[in-house]
């Protein structure tokens, strides 16, 4: 028979206490994903308000305005001060590759998707798509422009009966600077509200007129529209979710081909953590490679309803508790929708609603 010790004598083991740092606002899917797990959760923001800080049991506020390694530096005393032994960072995890060891050496693992010139590598699509194993999916015909003369001679290059050209910026986000180019304007999908449309008029006029970033110019894909959702660690995929997006929600899909390709990124890059890459099909729906992102997509809520809990997985194997031969299943064919939630900051100063005309109209 066993007996049982006073609770005050009982041993306690701790629970390991888990940081997600600074992030984009989807972070709070995790936190809350993770209730119940045997993890202590820890979240930090610079913004008291974020909704990170609402979906987190144990908070604490970044200091504003501290940047590369004299963040890095704060970083780590914050975590050694409070015992925190795994942090998934948001801000600055690329230049917190190079911190690995120093983390290590004072107990804690700091998961950063891979080191910094290998995820300063995947946000250049011109380096990335140019360095890129098409054996793994094709990628459509493309090149760069950074002069009107370089578009000019892009147009002609790439120019294919019956293919539309589009640009994009090597370095952006949320589709920032990407158009469709059409030979001429088309008033009704203007007036549709088409704004990833351009005409090439429109598009040599804006290109003429001062110094350009790095510019992509592609073979535009037709076909639909792909996003996959994975979780690696150390070079290995644990699970991958492929959602296909559409015009009412998206679909979670069975596709074998998309899930050995998110396995062969996870080994080329040797990626650890929620990572998302996004494919186009073309007009005879061959997948391509559009771009990876090492970090958290903003849809992965959809990929989590497919019974894919990400953060648990990665903590699970960061601290050798995952139990690789009995990986969850994904659940596939199933149609998901995200809903929108209001979250109350606190009460509102009402001068100052009296003046904020412009918004109540679009309320
Ligand atoms: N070659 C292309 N053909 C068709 N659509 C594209 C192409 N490249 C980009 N897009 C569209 O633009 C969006 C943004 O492009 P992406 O490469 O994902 O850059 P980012 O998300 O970093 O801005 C994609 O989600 C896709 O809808
Ligand atoms: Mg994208």
């Known amino acids: 028979m066993t007996t049982l010790l006073p609770?005050?004598?009982?041993?306690?083991?701790?629970?390991p206490k888990v940081l997600f740092t600074k992030n984009f606002s989807v972070t709070s899917a995790q936190l809350a994903a993770l209730e119940g797990a045997p993890y202590e959760v820890w979240a930090s923001h610079t913004d008291p308000d974020h909704g990170m800080l609402a979906a987190a049991p144990h908070t604490f506020l970044e200091p504003r305005g501290l940047l590369g390694d004299d963040y890095a530096a704060w970083l780590l005393s914050a975590c050694t001060e409070r015992g925190i032994t795994l942090v998934i960072p948001g801000k600055e995890r690329e230049r917190l590759g190079h911190w690995r060891p120093a983390f290590a050496e004072a107990g804690i693992a700091l998961i950063v998707p891979t080191d910094e010139a290998t995820q300063r590598h995947l946000e250049r699509k011109?380096?990335?798509?140019?360095?890129?194993?098409?054996?793994?999916?094709?990628?459509?015909?493309?090149?760069?422009?950074?002069t009107s003369a370089s578009f000019e001679d892009g147009l002609k290059a790439l120019n294919t009966d019956g293919v539309r050209l589009c640009v994009k910026p090597a370095r952006g986000i949320?589709?920032?600077?990407?158009?469709?180019l059409m030979e001429r304007p088309d008033l009704d999908s203007f007036l549709k509200g088409e704004l990833y449309q351009m005409s090439v008029a429109a598009a040599r006029e804006m290109f003429a007129g001062g110094?350009?970033?790095?510019?992509?110019?592609?073979h535009t894909l037709e076909g639909a529209e792909r996003s996959i959702d994975c979780v690696a660690w150390q070079g290995r995929l644990i699970r991958a979710v492929v959602r296909r997006k559409g015009e009412q929600g998206q679909r979670l899909e069975d596709r074998p081909d998309l899930v050995a390709a998110a396995e062969k990124i996870a080994h080329t890059y040797h990626l650890?953590?929620?990572?998302?890459?996004?494919?186009k099909d073309d007009n005879s729906r061959v997948p391509h490679m559009l771009e990876i992102n090492a970090r958290a997509s903003g849809g992965l809520r959809y990929s989590m309803a497919g019974g894919i809990n990400f953060p648990r997985l990665l903590l699970d194997a960061a601290t050798g508790t995952l139990d690789w031969a009995a990986l969850p299943p994904v659940r596939t064919g199933l149609s998901v929708a995200e809903d929108k939630v209001v979250r109350v900051l606190g009460t509102a100063d009402l001068?100052?609603?009296?003046?904020?005309?412009?918004?109540?109209?679009?309320?």
Do not use: C, K
């Open 351 to 363: 001068a100052e609603a009296e003046q904020g005309e412009p918004e109540a109209a679009a309320g």
């Open 211 to 218: 110094a350009l970033p790095t510019m992509l110019l592609m």
């Open 7 to 15: 609770t005050t004598e009982r041993p306690i083991t701790a629970l």
């Open 272 to 279: 650890s953590g929620i990572f998302n890459f996004q494919t």
């Open 174 to 180: 949320y589709a920032s600077g990407f158009r469709v």
């Open 126 to 146: 011109d380096e990335f798509l140019r360095a890129w194993d098409a054996s793994i999916l094709p990628i459509p015909q493309w090149t760069t422009f950074d």
